[in-house]
């Protein structure tokens, strides 16, 4: 648009009045060339008037654009004077006219304001430069690296202007030279032309031009960002399509596409319900606009196989029938007759109510006793699937519900693993050991249980992982424990308590016999013709090598006596080995359980209570001693603080009745007493050895020795009333293991005494009391003998 002709003579004249051309938009520096369209009348016509004279022409700017007729206040007073190089008449009756800038110049007066403006005009000469100083050659030298850095950053300049700049040696040229290319605003621009001063408007321009170039890189890098954001996408994705191209290419198949194809038919034929088919789908998209090697894909691909792999539709038929569920369970099971029935009647209301809504069976029982076994049995009586859980220890929900997916690493919970290892959906799912579920700041397990087996709630098993309901409703749930009191109580109340004591040593023979030696016989892959194990060998291994109320352990020694025959049989001694009393310590070592530990005659001071431990019913003897002191009761035998309070009161209880006893009471206060409960290492706890303690007591002070042949159970009030206890069926079970025939009971669990299985009362002796009095008087043997210390 510009250009200039440096050959031009500095030295114009200028006539003193000139018609004046009010521009707009733009102000004109001398040398500047530029086309103008004209439209206005007053423009026209002044136009007219220069062409028919010297073709020179007063230009000055207008202050604001807007103004269609500018009075004489709307101009600037000072302009540039030019000359019209050339004029076209455009159809519309516009003019179009080339101008070049002369020289700088300034309106004294209007001569004439219309019909157009003429000027009395005044040239403007620059100040005079006398010598190029340094300073000067610096700031010249620092514009047109100005204008360079511009250039490179994008600004546009003609060709020819940068040539021409680069030679200017003159700084109010090079100032307007630069000013007329920048495209500055028009009032910037006057500003510029109004300075007389040609350093100072270099200067100027020198700032002017460093914002820009400042304005420049801003905006570059603004750019740069956004094309590199662009790039980064677009170079993976031609990099990728390369890719496929190649592996086409080498007849590889599309790995992804592949994987795709194969999940969504997977999802299809998973049977999944509706719902959860729409978020398999959902994720699968997901996946498939994903890098197939990113973290999330991974995470998205785990969570489609879980939905994939869970039996959403997959269930065993049940061919419930009775009769032979039975057969299943006396084929599994020795005696439990009572409990077998009941299981029976259980399986028989379901098979009439197909959905039913009742209690979930609960084994409780100390181990060993069958409880997982029934379950099984159970499970194959109906043709189910067979799972099993243990939630002992258990503390934290998400082990129930599972974790969230945006937790890194997150799982499904153990019941939805256990429902995906059973592969159906209706397995028989025991849950074992709901006494020791616990509960912390990590939430509430027993809450997300009751969820579980609540068939009001259950259809829609909400899993955190899953995030899509699974229905439980036709899982089997039954549940197991050692004890009872530890259940959370709303888990309890919707339970069926069923209650397996243990086994007396008899049993036990007949369980070994039928049930436990020909299992272990088989899995050592040996026959009765290469072991027989004597019925008194038997009962050895049951009296001598194990102490408990099931048959875990009594299975192991067992397995022990067959896996050392068979490794005989195995080094070619082949014969039938016998194994009898005498032979038995060469198989099993030396007995673990001696027979010392029972008293052998009544004594004083040592009382046999009964104790009933998740393990089952246990004997207890409880041994108090008396030596010179001060009355100090100590207690020993890792005693829990209700055992040690109940010692407290047995002893506070026999002190009050000393004269009755024949006590005197200096022997309180001259001796120290010591009571321990062995064996000392394990800790007991709990009231019910209360008049235990009170009949050793009161035996160590009278010197009356005990009944060795007489347990005893019960806890003992300061007034010396005996209260009820809990266990019975299993301490008297414990009791006739031991070979005590007779029991001292609270007369308040006398009715506890119609749930106690017939062959476990068979030449049993109970002996109910109300009073501590009446306990010393069935348990303390008449004072025949002197007092004597132990
Ligand atoms: P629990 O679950 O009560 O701890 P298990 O069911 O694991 O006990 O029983 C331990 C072993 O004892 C199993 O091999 C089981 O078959 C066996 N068992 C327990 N009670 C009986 C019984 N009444 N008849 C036959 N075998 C039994």
């Known amino acids: 648009m510009t250009d200039m002709d440096s050959s031009e003579e500095h030295d114009v004249d200028i006539p003193s009045s000139l018609p004046i051309l009010p521009v707009r938009d733009v102000v004109i520096f001398p040398y500047m060339i530029l086309p103008l369209f004209v439209g206005r009348d007053i423009s026209i016509k002044a136009i007219e008037r220069s062409i028919g004279e010297n073709k020179l022409i007063m230009l000055v700017s207008q202050k604001d654009v807007n103004v269609e007729s500018p009075s004489i206040k709307d101009l600037y007073r000072v302009g540039t004077v030019g000359t019209i190089l050339r004029m076209l008449k455009l159809p519309d009756g516009r003019l179009k006219i080339l101008v070049q800038g002369l020289a700088k110049a300034r309106i004294i007066d209007f001569a004439q304001t219309e019909p157009y403006y003429v000027g009395k005009i005044e040239k403007i000469v620059d100040q005079q430069q006398s010598e190029l100083t340094l300073e000067v050659e610096a700031l010249m030298r620092n514009v047109k690296e100005l204008v360079d850095k511009s250039l490179a950053?994008?600004?546009?300049?003609?060709?020819?202007?940068?040539?021409?700049?680069?030679?200017?040696?003159?700084?109010?040229?090079?100032?307007?030279?630069?000013?007329?290319?920048?495209?500055?605003?028009?009032?910037?621009?006057?500003?510029?032309?109004?300075?007389?001063?040609?350093?100072?408007?270099?200067?100027?321009?020198?700032?002017?031009?460093?914002?820009?170039?400042?304005?420049?890189?801003?905006?570059?890098?603004?750019?740069?960002?956004?094309?590199?954001?662009?790039?980064?996408?677009?170079?993976?994705?031609?990099?990728?399509?390369?890719?496929?191209?190649?592996?086409?290419?080498?007849?590889?198949?599309?790995?992804?596409?592949?994987?795709?194809?194969?999940?969504?038919?997977?999802?299809?034929?998973?049977?999944?319900?509706?719902?959860?088919?729409?978020?398999?789908?959902?994720?699968?998209?997901?996946?498939?606009?994903?890098?197939?090697?990113?973290?999330?894909?991974?995470?998205?691909?785990?969570?489609?196989?879980?939905?994939?792999?869970?039996p959403w539709s997959e269930s065993t038929k049940d061919n419930l029938d009775l009769k032979k569920a039975k057969q299943v369970l006396d084929e599994d099971h020795y005696d439990l007759e009572q409990i077998k029935e009941r299981i029976l009647e259980y399986l028989g209301v379901r098979k009439l109510k197909e959905k039913m809504k009742g209690p979930i069976l609960c084994f409780v029982g100390p181990p060993g006793v069958g409880k997982t076994s029934l379950g099984k049995s159970i499970a194959r009586a109906l043709g189910r699937e067979f799972y099993r859980m243990s939630l002992g220890g258990m503390r934290d929900e998400a082990e129930i519900r599972g974790h969230r997916r945006t937790y890194v690493g997150a799982m499904p919970g153990r019941i939805i693993q256990g429902i995906k290892t059973a592969g159906k959906n209706n397995p028989v799912f025991m849950l074992d050991e709901v006494d020791k579920i616990g509960m912390d700041f990590r939430g509430d397990p027993a809450s997300a249980l009751l969820e579980v087996l609540d068939p009001e709630q259950n259809f829609a098993f909400a899993d955190h992982y899953l995030g899509v309901p699974f229905d439980l409703s036709n899982v089997m749930f039954i549940t197991t424990a050692n004890l009872i009191d530890p259940i959370p109580s709303p888990l309890r109340d919707r339970m069926e308590i069923l209650s397996l004591t243990g086994y007396t040593a008899e049993e036990k023979i007949g369980i070994a016999k039928n049930y436990l030696i020909p299992k272990q016989l088989k899995e050592h892959g040996i026959t009765d013709k290469n072991i027989k194990i004597n019925d008194s060998a038997l009962m050895q291994v049951i009296t001598h090598y194990t102490r408990e109320a099931g048959v875990r352990n009594l299975e192991r020694q067992i397995a022990n006596l067959c896996r050392k025959v068979a490794r005989k049989i195995a080094e070619g001694k082949i014969r039938k080995y016998?194994?009898?009393?005498?032979?038995?310590?060469?198989?099993?070592?030396?007995?673990?359980?001696?027979?010392?530990?029972?008293?052998?005659?009544?004594?004083?001071?040592?009382?046999?209570?009964?104790?009933?431990?998740?393990?089952?019913?246990?004997?207890?003897?409880?041994?108090?001693?008396?030596?010179?002191?001060?009355?100090?009761?100590?207690?020993?035998?890792?005693?829990?603080?209700?055992?040690?309070?109940?010692?407290?009161?047995a002893l506070s209880y026999i002190r009050s009745k000393a004269r009755s006893l024949g006590i005197s009471n200096s022997m309180f206060s001259n001796n120290d007493i010591h009571i321990h409960v062995p064996a000392g290492a394990i800790p007991k706890d709990g009231p019910s050895a209360g008049i235990t303690m009170a009949t050793a007591i009161a035996s160590v002070f009278t010197g009356r020795a005990v009944h060795k042949s007489i347990a005893m159970t019960g806890e003992v009030t300061l007034r010396g009333s005996v209260l009820p206890i809990g266990g019975l069926k299993e301490k008297a079970l414990a009791a006739k293991r031991m070979g005590i025939h007779k029991v001292i009971i609270p007369k308040r669990n006398e009715k506890d005494l119609e749930e106690i299985p017939k062959y476990i009362k068979k030449d049993m002796t109970f002996i109910p009391v109300e009073t501590m009095d009446e306990v010393l008087k069935h348990a303390l043997k008449n004072a025949a003998k002197r007092r004597k210390r132990r």
């Open 153 to 310: 950053l994008g600004k546009s300049f003609l060709p020819d202007i940068i040539v021409l700049i680069e030679n200017i040696e003159e700084p109010g040229r090079l100032a307007d030279l630069v000013a007329s290319n920048l495209g500055l605003k028009a009032e910037q621009a006057q500003e510029l032309l109004e300075l007389t001063d040609p350093v100072l408007r270099l200067k100027k321009i020198s700032e002017i031009l460093s914002r820009e170039v400042e304005l420049l890189l801003v905006q570059q890098k603004i750019q740069s960002d956004v094309k590199g954001e662009i790039d980064k996408t677009q170079r993976e994705y031609f990099l990728r399509e390369q890719l496929k191209a190649i592996q086409k290419e080498l007849g590889e198949i599309d790995e992804k596409t592949e994987e795709i194809l194969e999940l969504r038919k997977k999802v299809k034929d998973a049977g999944m319900p509706e719902k959860v088919e729409k978020e398999a789908i959902k994720q699968i998209n997901r996946l498939e606009k994903m890098h197939p090697d990113s973290a999330e894909a991974g995470t998205i691909r785990t969570y489609i196989d879980w939905l994939v792999e869970l």
């Open 578 to 649: 016998v194994i009898s009393p005498k032979n038995l310590s060469k198989y099993l070592g030396v007995p673990k359980f001696l027979p010392e530990e029972e008293i052998k005659k009544d004594e004083v001071g040592v009382a046999t209570g009964l104790a009933w431990t998740e393990t089952g019913g246990d004997i207890i003897y409880i041994e108090a001693t008396i030596m010179k002191g001060k009355g100090t009761l100590t207690l020993t035998g890792q005693l829990g603080d209700v055992m040690k309070e109940s010692a407290h009161a």
